[in-house]
């Protein structure tokens, strides 16, 4: 019990259920939660064996098994719901429900649109998405097909689609569903349930199985979720439950904090600690996420399940709240301060860009390219379902095998080569994401030799094996770029919430109180990620030129200064008014970011030397193996396609393109005019080496 606060303490001392663990950000719930279960193996009140912590993540379930280890009860049993669910259900199958076991599916779509194309509806792959959706929804509200549009009246949800047709939808899913005998997540946790309630004995091998439960996160809980839960328990109360009224942001996906807050009520008798210590946040980002949720209004959570947090930690540098002209001002910005941020010692992995919704990622993927910092974007497939890790996990699994001894890391490099893992980066984003995934893995050999200079192979392969159990995937030496609710769970030392206006956040169709109060709830989790530098920032234009008609978040009432002063006064960079980019072509005006870089529409042609386009990337490939970086670092593909078609003489000429930064220029400037004047790489790579001392 050493290193617990006393809050922390009292929570693990707290052995019998039912208590209520009330955990604002950064206070230490796992760690307290993790050493109450401990010390109540430890001091016999439950066998290890009959525990069962409850997650919504296989990452945070991890991560709990591995504390529960160190601390001496390594059988505790942690799991997310379906992960419980499937268990249970695969090893009663046969004697509760009969016959071929169903083929479990992870994704909706491809049934959904089935279905739609049965009602004779044609919808697009988004539409679909949306569709697939709101299934689920209905489906963890107990919501069926028949009832379907009453209950979005009642809840004043807006459906994809008329209701009536989302209804047929929903109803011709279900039944393809159990024609092919599919069984989807919420089906599973419905069936689980359904069977311990209709069958007394497998109830009782359950419930004897399990006395002690834990569930984390229970302000994300949905009514699926809570009636598995009853079930499990049965007429018990030793339950445990952990969380935060304040960070409830997937109520749109049914998740509600009242059965966090009715706990009370449901259990008079029950014991309640506040976990109030933030020991992740600086004072200064603590004042401004107190503040934000002071201001909450009367969709938000009771007072009384508030958290005001407590800085633990010495005081930082204050948060920055900037205006810019237009959304490329300000991701040129801040890009350009990730840049100070990284040159001052920050880690770009401790470095996260966060937005509303993940459109917003394109901007910053362009800014950040173009200021040569490397980046990954969180939210894309997770790391071990991509087909390029799927296949080195096998080629590695099968060579651990036949381990001659050699070293580990040179084994690993070897293996990877033919799976795309070249010592230059290659061109183009899904390659050189492919090419990142590799070298994730490779540098991840090199961390674990680094730690265990004696690991073979075949402990390198079972620690990815552990990690891909857990989705504890290798860090990329790289910003984040991702949308406040993938960053749920996340931290990092510096934070940039950017595009906070009014219409994206608050999103636009926020219209109820409480759907506003869910935007204030997703706006306290984004600045509860920073553990030192905040820096939030909004434009009051989407593009240059255009009309300056947006405005500041409301969140940032109260926040930022009362009469904020354009981004330029406060020393940051501010376009100038005409700057207007115009094709150099047809003279329209250039709105997007990849026609904005090359000079001209898209679709207007422009002649340009293919020889010289080729030196150039040639030229790229060999700085970024020789500086070990990406090769969209040194320059985009959009970036050498404009020079090619420019030609620039001078200095002058090649400043005026865009992705051509003052950084750049004065970096690699000579060798890019020397290749337009006709020098071949090799000449440029000469002269270089001549000049370097």
Known sequence: MRGLDPEQLEAARSVRGPVCILAGAGTGKTRAITHRIAYAVATGVVPEQQVLAVTFTTRAAGEMRGRLRALGAPRVQARTFHAAALRQLSYFWADAVGGPRPTLIDSKIRTVASAARSCGFQVDRSELRDLATEIEWAKVTQTRPVDYENTVAKEGRTPPMPPRDVARVYEAYEELRSEHNLLDFESMLELTAAMIHERPDIAERIRSQYRYFVVDEFQDVNPLQKLLLDAWLGDRDDICVVGDPSQTIYTFAGATPAYLTGFREAYPHATFVRLVRDYRSTPQVVRV?????????????????????????????????????????????????????????????????????????????????????????????????????????????????????????????????????????????????????????????????????????????????????????????????????????????????????????????????????????????????????????????????????????????????????????????????????????????????????????????????????????????????????????????????????????????????????????????????????????????????????
């Not at 969709?299 to 205006?323: C, F, K, M, N, W």
């Not at 509303?356 to 950040?368: G, P």
């Not at 595009?499 to 956040?505: K, Y």
């Not at 150039?616 to 500086?627: F, H, K, P, T, Y």
């Open 289 to 693: 996420a107190n503040t934000v949720l002071r201001a909450a209004g009367s969709g938000a959570a009771p007072r009384e399940h508030r958290i005001e947090l407590v800085a633990q930690r010495p005081d930082g540098p204050e948060p920055s709240y900037t205006e810019y002209d237009d959304e490329p001002a300000e991701a040129t910005s801040v890009a350009g301060k990730i840049s100070a941020l990284i040159d001052s010692g920050v880690p770009a992995r401790e470095i996260a860009v966060l937005f509303r919704t993940n459109a917003q990622s394109a901007a910053y993927e362009q800014a950040l390219g173009d200021a040569g910092v490397p980046y990954t974007v969180r939210g894309a497939a997770q790391f071990f379902d991509r087909p390029e890790i799927r296949a080195a996990l096998h080629t590695l699994h099968g060579a651990a095998r036949g381990d001659d001894g050699a070293p580990m890391v040179a084994t690993v490099r070897h293996l990877l080569q033919p799976l795309g893992l070249t010592e230059q980066p290659p061109e183009g984003r899904q390659a050189r994401e492919k090419w990142e995934s590799l070298a994730a893995l490779a540098q991840l050999a090199e961390d674990v030799a680094a730690q265990r200079p004696g690991a073979g192979l075949a402990d390198f392969v079972a620690e990815l094996q552990a990690r891909a159990a857990t989705e504890h995937a290798p860090g990329f030496e790289g910003v984040t770029l991702a949308s406040l609710h993938a960053a749920k769970g996340l931290e990092w030392d510096a934070v940039f919430l950017v595009g906070l206006t009014e219409g994206m956040l608050p999103i636009v169709y926020a219209e109820t109180p409480e759907q506003v109060e869910e935007e204030r709830r997703l706006f306290y989790v984004g600045v509860t990620r920073a553990r030192e530098h905040l820096h939030m920032s909004w434009s009051l234009a989407r593009s240059p030129g255009g009309r300056r008609t947006r405005k500041p978040s409301r969140f940032l009432d109260g926040l930022r200064p009362e009469s904020p002063s354009p981004a330029g006064r406060r020393g940051e960079p501010r376009r100038r008014k005409d700057r207007v980019l115009r094709c150099r072509v047809c003279g329209a005006t250039l709105l997007e970011a990849a026609e904005r870089k090359l000079g001209r529409c898209l679709d207007c042609p422009s002649p340009y030397d293919e020889e010289l386009l080729e030196r150039l990337r040639q030229w790229r490939r060999e700085v970024s193996a020789a500086q070990k970086v990406p090769a969209y670092v040194v320059f985009t593909d959009a970036t050498l396609q404009a020079i090619a078609e420019q030609e620039p003489p001078d200095t002058a000429q090649l400043a005026r393109i865009s992705g051509v930064g003052e950084a750049k220029l004065k970096r690699y400037g000579e060798a890019i005019l020397a290749l337009c004047a006709g020098a071949t790489p090799e000449q440029v790579s000469k002269a270089d080496r001549e000049e370097t001392p």
